[in-house]
Protein backbone atom coordinates (compact mmCIF):
# COMPACT_ATOMS: atom_id res chain seq x y z
CA UNK A 1 0.00 0.00 0.00
CA UNK A 2 1.52 3.59 -0.71
CA UNK A 3 2.10 6.40 1.25
CA UNK A 4 -1.28 8.02 -0.42
CA UNK A 5 -3.47 4.98 0.07
CA UNK A 6 -2.59 4.68 3.32
CA UNK A 7 -3.44 8.03 3.98
CA UNK A 8 -6.86 7.61 2.34
CA UNK A 9 -7.47 4.24 3.78
CA UNK A 10 -10.55 4.23 5.46
CA UNK A 11 -9.37 2.44 8.91
CA UNK A 12 -5.30 3.86 9.13
CA UNK A 13 -4.41 5.02 12.25
CA UNK A 14 -5.20 8.51 11.49
CA UNK A 15 -8.66 8.38 11.09
CA UNK A 16 -10.04 5.39 13.03
CA UNK A 17 -10.78 7.23 15.94
CA UNK A 18 -11.35 10.82 14.73
CA UNK A 19 -14.43 12.21 16.17
CA UNK A 20 -14.66 9.85 18.49
CA UNK A 21 -15.32 11.48 22.23
CA UNK A 22 -14.19 9.57 25.78
CA UNK A 23 -17.04 7.20 27.15
CA UNK A 24 -19.82 9.42 27.69
CA UNK A 25 -20.53 7.51 30.93
CA UNK A 26 -16.72 7.82 32.44
CA UNK A 27 -16.70 11.28 30.94
CA UNK A 28 -19.89 12.36 32.78
CA UNK A 29 -18.44 10.93 36.34
CA UNK A 30 -15.09 12.57 36.03
CA UNK A 31 -16.71 15.94 35.08
CA UNK A 32 -19.32 15.02 38.29
CA UNK A 33 -16.61 14.80 40.23
CA UNK A 34 -14.82 17.70 39.34
CA UNK A 35 -17.61 20.04 40.11
CA UNK A 36 -18.05 18.29 43.25
CA UNK A 37 -14.49 19.09 44.27
CA UNK A 38 -15.07 22.56 43.44
CA UNK A 39 -17.75 22.79 46.05
CA UNK A 40 -21.02 22.21 43.85
CA UNK A 41 -24.25 20.22 44.52
CA UNK A 42 -24.34 17.13 41.89
CA UNK A 43 -26.39 14.62 41.10
CA UNK A 44 -24.80 11.69 40.04
CA UNK A 45 -27.12 10.29 37.70
CA UNK A 46 -24.59 9.39 34.96
CA UNK A 47 -22.48 6.52 35.64
CA UNK A 48 -23.96 2.67 35.40
CA UNK A 49 -21.42 1.64 38.52
CA UNK A 50 -23.09 -0.82 41.22
CA UNK A 51 -23.61 0.94 44.57
CA UNK A 52 -23.18 -2.10 46.59
CA UNK A 53 -20.35 -3.54 48.14
CA UNK A 54 -18.48 -6.74 47.23
CA UNK A 55 -19.70 -9.65 48.70
CA UNK A 56 -17.94 -10.59 52.01
CA UNK A 57 -16.81 -13.76 50.75
CA UNK A 58 -15.56 -12.50 47.61
CA UNK A 59 -13.50 -9.87 49.10
CA UNK A 60 -12.12 -12.26 51.57
CA UNK A 61 -11.48 -14.58 49.04
CA UNK A 62 -9.43 -11.81 46.59
CA UNK A 63 -7.63 -11.22 50.36
CA UNK A 64 -6.68 -14.91 50.23
CA UNK A 65 -5.06 -14.91 46.83
CA UNK A 66 -3.64 -11.66 46.57
CA UNK A 67 -0.07 -13.13 46.70
CA UNK A 68 -0.76 -15.00 43.19
CA UNK A 69 1.38 -13.94 40.94
CA UNK A 70 2.05 -16.14 37.75
CA UNK A 71 0.52 -15.53 34.17
CA UNK A 72 -2.49 -17.53 34.38
CA UNK A 73 -3.87 -19.25 30.84
CA UNK A 74 -5.04 -17.03 28.06
CA UNK A 75 -8.25 -18.73 28.65
CA UNK A 76 -9.01 -18.12 31.71
CA UNK A 77 -8.22 -19.97 35.35
CA UNK A 78 -9.31 -24.09 34.56
CA UNK A 79 -11.51 -23.70 38.03
CA UNK A 80 -12.90 -20.34 37.37
CA UNK A 81 -14.12 -21.52 33.95
CA UNK A 82 -15.09 -24.61 35.61
CA UNK A 83 -17.39 -22.91 37.87
CA UNK A 84 -18.81 -20.06 35.45
CA UNK A 85 -20.00 -22.98 33.11
CA UNK A 86 -21.57 -24.31 36.11
CA UNK A 87 -22.93 -21.26 36.97
CA UNK A 88 -24.59 -20.66 33.44
CA UNK A 89 -25.82 -23.99 33.98
CA UNK A 90 -27.72 -23.44 36.87
CA UNK A 91 -29.06 -19.98 36.12
CA UNK A 92 -29.75 -20.68 32.88
CA UNK A 93 -30.45 -24.18 32.21
CA UNK A 94 -28.04 -24.00 29.36
CA UNK A 95 -25.67 -26.40 28.22
CA UNK A 96 -21.97 -25.36 29.58
CA UNK A 97 -18.56 -26.89 30.23
CA UNK A 98 -15.45 -25.28 31.30
CA UNK A 99 -13.92 -25.53 27.45
CA UNK A 100 -16.70 -23.32 26.42
CA UNK A 101 -15.91 -20.35 28.78
CA UNK A 102 -13.33 -17.19 27.68
CA UNK A 103 -12.04 -15.17 30.54
CA UNK A 104 -10.74 -11.39 29.53
CA UNK A 105 -10.93 -7.86 31.34
CA UNK A 106 -14.05 -6.90 31.43
CA UNK A 107 -17.38 -7.93 29.10
CA UNK A 108 -16.34 -4.75 27.50
CA UNK A 109 -12.76 -5.75 26.18
CA UNK A 110 -14.27 -9.19 24.59
CA UNK A 111 -16.91 -7.64 22.75
CA UNK A 112 -14.24 -5.29 21.21
CA UNK A 113 -11.68 -8.33 20.28
CA UNK A 114 -14.94 -10.28 18.96
CA UNK A 115 -15.47 -7.75 16.84
CA UNK A 116 -11.91 -7.19 15.68
CA UNK A 117 -11.34 -11.01 14.59
CA UNK A 118 -14.94 -11.47 13.31
CA UNK A 119 -15.33 -9.87 9.86
CA UNK A 120 -19.49 -9.23 10.19
CA UNK A 121 -21.76 -6.01 10.01
CA UNK A 122 -22.51 -4.64 13.78
CA UNK A 123 -26.39 -4.63 14.32
CA UNK A 124 -27.68 -2.53 17.28
CA UNK A 125 -31.28 -1.97 18.47
CA UNK A 126 -31.40 2.08 18.80
CA UNK A 127 -30.90 2.84 22.10
CA UNK A 128 -27.97 0.90 22.87
CA UNK A 129 -24.93 0.82 25.48
CA UNK A 130 -22.39 3.72 24.88
CA UNK A 131 -19.55 1.82 23.67
CA UNK A 132 -20.92 -0.85 21.36
CA UNK A 133 -20.90 1.84 18.13
CA UNK A 134 -17.51 3.33 19.10
CA UNK A 135 -15.63 -0.32 19.34
CA UNK A 136 -17.08 -1.09 15.97
CA UNK A 137 -15.51 2.46 14.50
CA UNK A 138 -12.74 2.11 15.93
CA UNK A 139 -11.95 -1.49 14.05
CA UNK A 140 -14.04 -0.34 10.78
CA UNK A 141 -16.96 -2.04 11.08
CA UNK A 142 -20.25 -1.48 9.12
CA UNK A 143 -22.56 -0.51 11.63
CA UNK A 144 -26.63 -0.78 11.00
CA UNK A 145 -28.86 0.96 13.66
CA UNK A 146 -31.96 -0.44 14.47
CA UNK A 147 -34.72 1.88 15.57
CA UNK A 148 -36.93 0.94 18.30
CA UNK A 149 -40.14 2.61 20.05
CA UNK A 150 -40.79 3.20 23.37
CA UNK A 151 -44.41 1.29 22.94
CA UNK A 152 -42.51 -1.57 22.51
CA UNK A 153 -40.09 -1.10 25.49
CA UNK A 154 -37.26 -0.42 23.49
CA UNK A 155 -37.01 -3.85 22.08
CA UNK A 156 -35.84 -5.23 18.80
CA UNK A 157 -37.91 -6.07 16.36
CA UNK A 158 -37.94 -9.68 14.49
CA UNK A 159 -39.35 -7.84 11.78
CA UNK A 160 -36.62 -5.43 11.21
CA UNK A 161 -34.18 -8.08 12.18
CA UNK A 162 -35.56 -10.01 9.06
CA UNK A 163 -35.84 -6.94 6.63
CA UNK A 164 -31.89 -6.09 7.22
CA UNK A 165 -31.04 -9.90 6.58
CA UNK A 166 -32.48 -11.20 3.53
CA UNK A 167 -31.56 -7.89 1.70
CA UNK A 168 -28.17 -9.87 1.25
CA UNK A 169 -28.58 -13.28 3.71
CA UNK A 170 -25.08 -14.87 3.51
CA UNK A 171 -23.44 -11.45 4.21
CA UNK A 172 -21.75 -12.02 7.72
CA UNK A 173 -23.50 -10.01 11.11
CA UNK A 174 -23.12 -9.99 14.33
CA UNK A 175 -26.36 -9.15 16.45
CA UNK A 176 -25.79 -7.38 19.90
CA UNK A 177 -28.85 -8.24 22.38
CA UNK A 178 -28.32 -6.51 25.79
CA UNK A 179 -31.10 -7.04 28.42
CA UNK A 180 -32.05 -5.93 31.05
CA UNK A 181 -30.58 -2.84 29.06
CA UNK A 182 -28.39 -0.93 29.22
CA UNK A 183 -29.96 2.23 28.84
CA UNK A 184 -33.59 1.25 28.83
CA UNK A 185 -34.15 -1.52 32.27
CA UNK A 186 -36.32 -3.08 29.71
CA UNK A 187 -36.00 -6.58 29.03
CA UNK A 188 -37.55 -9.30 26.67
CA UNK A 189 -40.21 -12.08 27.01
CA UNK A 190 -40.25 -15.32 26.26
CA UNK A 191 -41.94 -15.28 22.55
CA UNK A 192 -39.82 -12.29 21.20
CA UNK A 193 -36.67 -14.13 22.10
CA UNK A 194 -38.34 -16.93 20.38
CA UNK A 195 -38.85 -15.47 17.84
CA UNK A 196 -35.88 -13.70 17.09
CA UNK A 197 -33.76 -16.73 17.79
CA UNK A 198 -35.57 -18.12 14.67
CA UNK A 199 -34.69 -15.26 12.60
CA UNK A 200 -30.76 -15.66 13.96
CA UNK A 201 -30.65 -19.24 12.48
CA UNK A 202 -32.29 -18.56 9.47
CA UNK A 203 -29.08 -16.12 8.29
CA UNK A 204 -26.83 -17.88 10.44
CA UNK A 205 -26.13 -14.28 12.89
CA UNK A 206 -23.58 -14.61 15.76
CA UNK A 207 -25.75 -13.70 18.51
CA UNK A 208 -23.48 -11.53 21.88
CA UNK A 209 -26.28 -12.07 24.31
CA UNK A 210 -24.99 -9.01 26.85
CA UNK A 211 -26.35 -10.44 30.29
CA UNK A 212 -24.36 -8.11 32.52
CA UNK A 213 -27.40 -6.95 34.31
CA UNK A 214 -29.17 -10.63 33.97
CA UNK A 215 -28.87 -11.27 37.83
CA UNK A 216 -30.64 -7.85 38.40
CA UNK A 217 -33.64 -8.79 36.48
CA UNK A 218 -36.14 -7.38 39.64
CA UNK A 219 -38.14 -10.61 39.54
CA UNK A 220 -35.19 -12.86 38.87
CA UNK A 221 -36.55 -14.05 36.03
CA UNK A 222 -34.02 -13.18 33.40
CA UNK A 223 -34.00 -15.55 30.27
CA UNK A 224 -30.84 -16.30 28.38
CA UNK A 225 -31.92 -16.48 24.34
CA UNK A 226 -29.02 -19.06 24.24
CA UNK A 227 -32.30 -21.26 25.37
CA UNK A 228 -33.27 -20.78 21.69
CA UNK A 229 -30.77 -20.50 19.40
CA UNK A 230 -27.69 -22.36 21.16
CA UNK A 231 -25.48 -23.01 18.34
CA UNK A 232 -25.19 -19.33 17.02
CA UNK A 233 -25.06 -17.16 20.77
CA UNK A 234 -22.65 -16.19 23.00
CA UNK A 235 -23.46 -14.90 26.41
CA UNK A 236 -21.55 -12.59 27.85
CA UNK A 237 -21.44 -11.40 31.61
CA UNK A 238 -19.16 -10.96 34.64
CA UNK A 239 -18.44 -9.60 38.31
CA UNK A 240 -19.59 -5.66 37.43
CA UNK A 241 -23.06 -5.37 38.01
CA UNK A 242 -24.69 -8.46 40.03
CA UNK A 243 -21.23 -8.40 42.23
CA UNK A 244 -21.10 -5.12 42.66
CA UNK A 245 -17.00 -5.31 41.30
CA UNK A 246 -16.93 -3.09 38.32
CA UNK A 247 -13.23 -2.24 39.19
CA UNK A 248 -11.64 -5.80 39.47
CA UNK A 249 -12.60 -5.97 35.26
CA UNK A 250 -13.51 -9.73 34.89
CA UNK A 251 -16.10 -10.73 31.98
CA UNK A 252 -16.44 -13.63 30.46
CA UNK A 253 -17.82 -15.09 27.19
CA UNK A 254 -19.38 -18.53 26.89
CA UNK A 255 -18.93 -19.80 23.92
CA UNK A 256 -20.80 -22.93 22.12
CA UNK A 257 -18.76 -25.49 20.43
CA UNK A 258 -20.00 -24.44 17.02
CA UNK A 259 -18.47 -21.24 17.82
CA UNK A 260 -14.70 -22.78 18.99
CA UNK A 261 -12.98 -21.35 15.97
CA UNK A 262 -14.13 -17.89 17.33
CA UNK A 263 -13.25 -18.45 20.77
CA UNK A 264 -10.06 -19.75 19.91
CA UNK A 265 -9.29 -16.60 17.50
CA UNK A 266 -9.85 -14.49 20.14
CA UNK A 267 -7.69 -16.33 22.63
CA UNK A 268 -4.71 -15.54 20.02
CA UNK A 269 -5.47 -11.58 20.32
CA UNK A 270 -5.64 -12.17 23.58
CA UNK A 271 -2.45 -13.67 23.58
CA UNK A 272 -0.72 -10.97 22.38
CA UNK A 273 -2.66 -7.83 24.30
CA UNK A 274 -3.56 -8.46 27.76
CA UNK A 275 -1.98 -11.77 28.28
CA UNK A 276 -4.28 -13.11 30.72
CA UNK A 277 -6.93 -11.60 33.49
CA UNK A 278 -5.31 -10.70 36.82
CA UNK A 279 -4.66 -13.86 38.90
CA UNK A 280 -5.63 -12.73 42.44
CA UNK A 281 -9.61 -11.37 40.85
CA UNK A 282 -9.67 -14.64 38.65
CA UNK A 283 -9.07 -16.92 41.65
CA UNK A 284 -11.85 -14.23 43.65
CA UNK A 285 -14.26 -14.97 41.17
CA UNK A 286 -14.35 -18.73 41.56
CA UNK A 287 -16.13 -18.28 45.10
CA UNK A 288 -18.46 -15.36 43.22
CA UNK A 289 -19.62 -17.76 40.70
CA UNK A 290 -19.88 -20.99 42.86
CA UNK A 291 -22.42 -18.58 45.00
CA UNK A 292 -23.53 -19.39 48.21
CA UNK A 293 -26.68 -18.63 50.39
CA UNK A 294 -25.19 -15.40 51.68
CA UNK A 295 -24.87 -14.81 48.35
CA UNK A 296 -28.24 -15.73 46.99
CA UNK A 297 -29.66 -13.23 49.90
CA UNK A 298 -27.46 -10.41 48.77
CA UNK A 299 -28.70 -10.54 45.41
CA UNK A 300 -32.33 -10.78 46.74
CA UNK A 301 -32.15 -7.97 48.71
CA UNK A 302 -30.29 -5.81 46.08
CA UNK A 303 -33.27 -6.66 43.63
CA UNK A 304 -35.76 -5.74 45.66
CA UNK A 305 -33.57 -2.35 46.50
CA UNK A 306 -33.24 -1.60 42.87
CA UNK A 307 -37.31 -3.09 42.28
CA UNK A 308 -38.17 -0.20 44.91
CA UNK A 309 -35.91 2.52 43.25
CA UNK A 310 -37.32 2.11 39.82
CA UNK A 311 -41.01 2.35 40.71
CA UNK A 312 -40.36 5.41 42.81
CA UNK A 313 -39.01 6.64 40.49
CA UNK A 314 -41.12 6.17 37.44
CA UNK A 315 -43.69 7.47 39.43
CA UNK A 316 -42.20 10.69 40.56
CA UNK A 317 -41.26 11.50 36.84
CA UNK A 318 -44.51 10.00 35.34
CA UNK A 319 -46.71 12.54 37.98
CA UNK A 320 -44.74 15.47 36.40
CA UNK A 321 -46.13 14.06 32.59
CA UNK A 322 -42.33 12.46 32.05
CA UNK A 323 -42.60 9.44 30.03
CA UNK A 324 -40.79 6.38 30.90
CA UNK A 325 -41.25 2.29 29.79
CA UNK A 326 -41.38 -0.56 32.52
CA UNK A 327 -38.01 -0.68 34.31
CA UNK A 328 -37.67 -4.52 34.32
CA UNK A 329 -33.95 -4.76 35.68
CA UNK A 330 -30.29 -3.26 36.18
CA UNK A 331 -30.76 0.62 37.82
CA UNK A 332 -31.57 3.06 34.54
CA UNK A 333 -34.29 4.56 33.30
CA UNK A 334 -34.65 5.98 30.11
CA UNK A 335 -37.33 8.85 30.30
CA UNK A 336 -38.87 10.85 27.09
CA UNK A 337 -39.22 14.49 27.85
CA UNK A 338 -41.26 15.00 24.62
CA UNK A 339 -44.32 16.45 26.53
CA UNK A 340 -42.40 19.25 27.31
CA UNK A 341 -40.60 20.17 23.69
CA UNK A 342 -42.28 23.51 23.57
CA UNK A 343 -41.60 24.81 26.25
CA UNK A 344 -37.75 23.82 25.78
CA UNK A 345 -37.92 25.59 22.15
CA UNK A 346 -38.94 28.92 24.20
CA UNK A 347 -36.16 28.15 25.83
CA UNK A 348 -34.17 27.69 22.59
CA UNK A 349 -33.31 23.95 23.48
CA UNK A 350 -34.06 21.79 20.95
CA UNK A 351 -31.63 18.63 21.40
CA UNK A 352 -31.38 16.65 24.51
CA UNK A 353 -27.90 17.32 24.73
CA UNK A 354 -28.53 20.86 24.89
CA UNK A 355 -31.41 19.66 27.48
CA UNK A 356 -29.07 18.02 29.97
CA UNK A 357 -26.70 20.51 29.40
CA UNK A 358 -29.16 22.80 31.26
CA UNK A 359 -30.02 20.43 33.81
CA UNK A 360 -26.43 20.40 35.09
CA UNK A 361 -25.64 24.27 35.18
CA UNK A 362 -28.87 24.94 36.79
CA UNK A 363 -30.00 21.82 39.02
CA UNK A 364 -26.82 19.66 39.44
CA UNK A 365 -28.32 16.54 37.73
CA UNK A 366 -26.00 14.84 35.73
CA UNK A 367 -27.45 12.42 32.97
CA UNK A 368 -26.33 11.14 29.65
CA UNK A 369 -28.51 12.47 26.16
CA UNK A 370 -30.25 9.90 23.84
CA UNK A 371 -27.93 10.70 21.24
CA UNK A 372 -25.05 8.77 23.70
CA UNK A 373 -26.74 5.70 22.99
CA UNK A 374 -27.48 6.40 19.65
CA UNK A 375 -30.42 8.08 19.62
CA UNK A 376 -31.45 11.96 17.16
CA UNK A 377 -30.20 15.14 18.28
CA UNK A 378 -33.92 16.21 18.41
CA UNK A 379 -35.00 13.25 20.40
CA UNK A 380 -35.56 14.40 24.25
CA UNK A 381 -34.57 11.52 25.35
CA UNK A 382 -32.06 10.59 28.78
CA UNK A 383 -30.31 8.10 30.99
CA UNK A 384 -30.92 8.35 34.24
CA UNK A 385 -28.51 6.10 36.37
CA UNK A 386 -30.49 5.46 39.82
CA UNK A 387 -26.68 4.44 41.53
CA UNK A 388 -25.58 7.60 43.88
CA UNK A 389 -26.47 6.01 47.30
CA UNK A 390 -24.95 3.92 49.65
CA UNK A 391 -25.34 0.29 48.65
CA UNK A 392 -23.87 -1.34 52.08
CA UNK A 393 -26.40 1.28 54.06
CA UNK A 394 -29.33 0.11 51.82
CA UNK A 395 -28.82 -3.77 52.70
CA UNK A 396 -28.60 -3.34 56.33
CA UNK A 397 -31.57 -1.51 56.16
CA UNK A 398 -33.60 -3.68 53.53
CA UNK A 399 -35.51 -4.81 56.34
CA UNK A 400 -37.58 -1.57 56.27
CA UNK A 401 -39.37 -3.14 53.11
CA UNK A 402 -40.35 -6.37 53.97
CA UNK A 403 -41.87 -5.33 57.55
CA UNK A 404 -44.74 -2.98 55.95
CA UNK A 405 -42.90 0.17 56.03
CA UNK A 406 -43.28 2.68 53.07
CA UNK A 407 -40.89 2.98 50.46
CA UNK A 408 -40.63 6.39 50.81
CA UNK A 409 -39.32 6.08 54.23
CA UNK A 410 -36.45 3.51 52.59
CA UNK A 411 -35.79 6.19 49.80
CA UNK A 412 -35.16 9.10 52.59
CA UNK A 413 -33.18 7.15 54.68
CA UNK A 414 -31.15 5.15 52.62
CA UNK A 415 -31.36 7.07 49.24
CA UNK A 416 -31.47 10.85 49.94
CA UNK A 417 -29.21 12.36 47.20
CA UNK A 418 -31.61 10.10 44.51
CA UNK A 419 -34.98 11.57 46.09
CA UNK A 420 -33.51 15.03 45.99
CA UNK A 421 -31.94 14.71 42.26
CA UNK A 422 -35.36 13.25 41.09
CA UNK A 423 -37.28 16.31 43.21
CA UNK A 424 -34.74 18.63 41.48
CA UNK A 425 -35.47 17.56 37.97
CA UNK A 426 -39.05 17.39 38.37
CA UNK A 427 -39.07 20.73 39.92
CA UNK A 428 -37.10 21.89 36.89
CA UNK A 429 -39.76 20.39 34.30
CA UNK A 430 -42.97 21.37 36.04
CA UNK A 431 -41.28 25.11 36.74
CA UNK A 432 -41.13 25.09 32.89
CA UNK A 433 -45.30 25.01 32.53
CA UNK A 434 -45.34 27.92 34.90
CA UNK A 435 -43.45 30.75 33.22
Avoid at 179 to 202: D, I
Wanted: net charge neutral; charged share 20%.
Amino acid sequence: MSKTEKQNHPINLNLNVRGLKPSATLAINELSNKMRAEGKKVYKFGLGQSPFPVPAEVVESLQTHAAEKDYLPVKGLPELRESIANFIVKTQHVKATADDVLIGPGSKELIFILQLVYYGDLIIPTPSWVSYFPQAYIIGRHVHWVPTNIEDGYRLSPKRLEEICEKDPDRPRVVILNYPSNPTGCTYKLERLKELAQVARKYKVILISDEIYGLLHHQAQHVSIARFYPEGTIISTGLSKWCGAGGWRLGTFIFPKELYWLRDAMAIVASETYTSTSAPIQFAAVTAFNGSPAIDKYLDDSRLILRTMAKYIRNELLNAQIVVPQVNGGFYVFPDFSNYRSLLEARKITTSAQMCSALLEETGVAMLPGTDFGHKEEELLARLAYVNFDGKLALENVSMLQNGNTSNDFMLKCCPDVVEGINALTEWFVKLSEK
